[in-house]
């Protein structure tokens, strides 16, 4: 992304939230993108563990606030 032609102290807080997000060649590209990749994993754990009856039985408020 280009800067603004009037934006003379360097890359504006879009070209840096754009590199952060969808470049993962940078450390905090690449911390995003592990997060982001850990927190679907973490979903889908509960949401598996949620449609088991027995588990959802014990534990289906908790499992439900974690979703």
Do not use: Q, Y
């Amino acid at each position: 992304m280009a800067n603004h032609p009037l934006n003379l102290s360097g890359p504006s807080v879009r070209d840096r939230l754009h590199e952060t997000l969808f470049e993962a060649d940078t450390p905090a590209g690449k911390a995003f993108a592990v997060l982001l990749i850990l927190s679907i994993l973490g979903s889908v754990i509960v949401v598996m563990l949620d449609s088991v009856e027995t588990i959802h039985a014990r534990s289906g408020a908790w499992l439900t606030r974690l979703e």
